[in-house]
Every structure is written in structure tokens, then in C-alpha cells.
Nanobody, 133 residues
Framework: QLQLVESGGGLEQPGGSLRLSCQASKFYLDYRAIGWVRQAPGKEREGGSCISSSDDSTYYLDSVKGRFTISRDDAQRMVYLQMNSLNPQDTAVYYC??????????????????????????WGQGTQVTVSS
């Protein structure tokens, strides 16, 4: 089973910044899209950001565009989410998620590897982000 481990969440004041990290364990990130999906209390999950591996193209929800930046380092098997200008509406559990359940993509085109079209079916446990004064 693919393992994704998030870190970097916590309590931050409005207007502040946090950087989330996601470590992929026991599999390669190459040739698959990966993203951050968040779930606020009492709300459905929403795909906040996504990055493909083909050309590092990115996708953001309008609510985070211009404030959040997703990046990846496939060699280190890491994905990051830099969150700036945080507001209370950003309070949520943030999940790192990616395509597929194989430790390595059989071919470069095996996965959709496109944002926001890719379906995420491997998930981390989540990290809590709370924005409050």
C-alpha cells in the first residue's frame, strides 16, 4: 500500500503562513499527479491544489489561487504546499493524495498525470491546519 505522510500543520494567525510537507514512502512519485485536498469541519473534501509531473503544471481552486503554491521534488519523493495570507476559512484537515496504488508507474503514460483530471486514490492521514486569532 502506498504511504503518504503529511507534516507541517498547526495553529496560525490570520495573515500568517504555513508550509506543509508530504513524504511518499515505498513508492515513486514519477509520472503521476499529486495534490493537496482539504476538508473543513462539516464540509465535503475539496481539491485545493494539484501538480502534474509531466510539465509541473498546476491547478488551484479559486479560493486559494494566488496564496498557495504547490511544488514537488520527485527525487526526494516530497510534495510541498506553501500557504500564505491564511484566513479562518482555510481551517481544515489537509490531505496529500495521488494517483494509483502501484509503487512505480509501469510506463510514463500509465497514469492520467493531469490536473485537475486525475483521480486520487492513495491518501495520507492528514494534518490539521487551524487559522485563528
Amino acid at each position: 500500500q502506498l504511504q503518504l505522510v503529511e507534516s507541517g500543520g498547526g495553529l496560525e494567525q490570520p495573515g500568517g503562513s504555513l508550509r506543509l510537507s508530504c513524504q511518499a514512502s515505498k513508492f515513486y512519485l514519477d509520472y503521476r499527479a499529486i495534490g493537496w485536498v482539504r476538508q473543513a469541519p462539516g464540509k465535503e473534501r475539496e481539491g485545493g491544489s494539484c501538480i502534474s509531473s509531466s510539465d509541473d503544471s498546476t491547478y488551484y481552486l479559486d479560493s486559494v489561487k494566488g496564496r498557495f503554491t504547490i511544488s514537488r521534488d520527485d527525487a526526494q519523493r516530497m510534495v510541498y504546499l506553501q500557504m500564505n495570507s491564511l484566513n479562518p476559512q482555510d481551517t481544515a484537515v489537509y490531505y496529500c493524495a495521488t494517483e494509483g496504488d502501484r509503487w512505480e508507474a509501469p510506463t510514463p503514460s500509465y497514469y492520467v498525470n493531469s490536473c485537475p483530471n486525475s483521480d486520487f486514490n492513495s491518501w495520507g492521514q492528514g494534518t490539521q491546519v487551524t487559522v485563528s486569532s
